[in-house]
């Protein structure tokens, strides 16, 4: 289970750079999300959302066997 509230040097990090990080693009990370095997981003305002850097850290370390469930 993930801890609901971000770790002090836990930053929040845009599309381009989990694109630039991960070498996915954007289509494919958002199926990835819809498949459960991306984590999926928060929402950060009305019309912005971003990814935790330290789940896209976590996902690069084994994304064959990474499952948001």
Avoid: H
Avoid at 38 to 67: A, V, Y
């Amino acid at each position: 289970m993930r801890n609901a509230t971000l770790p002090v040097n836990d930053r929040i990090i845009r599309l381009p750079t989990v694109v630039d990080r991960t070498g996915l693009s954007r289509a494919t990370i958002y199926r990835k999300i819809q498949k459960g095997t991306f984590p999926k981003q928060i929402q950060i305002s009305l019309r912005c959302s971003g990814w935790r850097e330290s789940e896209i850290t976590e996902w690069m370390q084994n994304p064959i066997f990474f499952s948001t469930s």
